[in-house]
């Protein structure tokens, strides 16, 4: 096992059990106690996580991992539900994206669907196959370089662990925008609340997302369904569309579909 994957496996090990101790990490991850002891250090001088007598705990109240270590989570599940949203985005459309690894992938498989092997129409100046506007600066990196894509970046602050630009900067180029559909990550969803993120910040610029487009899709994987976060985005009762994987429970199905969402499984 990688460094980087030890890492991500200790990050993992403790988003689900709030604490780790180095002698059950290091059977858990079958490696030397001396091992777990520098891999923790390193990440606490990351400011990842707080090293504590013997082991460690979350860094902060509302623990979250930066990107690049939440990039393998439910990876699998995450491709597929992006596939099936490249399937609800028409050619021409105004695409809105926000920051996240899902929607990540959802920009991938846009790129795959609308990116390569367009004619030219109109002369030197085609009319873009897909217009997309991203507050994600990773996402507006990848799909920079595929021509028949036109990206929008709004301006803000850029947050270190999603890569997402905030703030009021980032507001007033939203402002002015319409969206034909915005594709929006979330931390939580929440039969009463509606859908959530663990920042207000990243809440307030979904929000914006949410009320410029004509269609609202929601993209997470099953674990978020039930789950509540700090700052909240907007009602099911503006959700169209929530994509994700067969283990959503029925329970929450059944809650999706009595607010109106339709909910498309993969």
């Known amino acids: 096992m990688s460094k980087h994957e030890r890492w991500n496996t200790l990050l993992e090990l403790l988003a689900s059990t709030g604490r780790l101790e180095v002698d059950e990490a290091a ?23 707080v090293r504590t007598r013997g082991g460690a705990v979350p860094q902060g109240v509302s623990y979250e991992l930066p ?4 990039s393998s989570r439910h990876a699998s599940e995450k491709q ?28 991938r498989a846009l790129a795959l669907r609308f990116g390569t092997g367009r004619a030219e129409t109109h002369g030197a100046s085609p009319a873009p196959a897909l217009t997309v506007v991203t ?18 970046v709004s301006g803000g602050v850029a947050r270190p662990q999603t890569y997402e630009l905030v703030g009021p900067l980032a ?16 931390d939580g969803v929440d ?32 674990s978020k369904m039930g789950r509540r976060a700090f700052a909240r985005i907007c009602g099911l009762d503006r959700v169209d ?25 993969v």
Do not use: C, W
């Open 27 to 49: 059977s858990a991850l079958a490696v030397s106690p001396a091992t777990i002891r520098r891999d923790l250090d390193e990440l606490a001088e990351q400011r990842l996580l």
């Open 67 to 70: 990107l690049r270590y939440k």
């Open 80 to 107: 597929r539900i992006a596939a099936a949203v490249a399937d609800l985005v028409h050619e021409g459309e105004v695409v809105g994206l926000n920051g996240g690894t899902t929607t990540t992938e959802v920009a």
């Open 135 to 152: 507050n994600a600066l990773n996402i507006a990196g990848e799909l920079a370089v595929r021509p028949q894509i036109k990206i929008v």
């Open 171 to 186: 507001a007033s180029v939203l402002d002015e925008v319409v969206l034909d559909v915005v594709v929006l990550g979330v």
């Open 191 to 222: 039969p009463e609340l509606g859908v959530m993120a663990h920042h207000e910040d990243e809440a307030a610029i979904s929000r914006l997302f949410a009320e410029h487009a004509s269609r609202v899709v929601v993209v997470t994987d099953s």
């Open 241 to 265: 569309v929530l994509v994700t994987d067969a283990a959503i429970p029925a329970e929450s199905v059944r809650h999706l579909t009595d607010a109106g969402v339709r909910v498309v499984t």
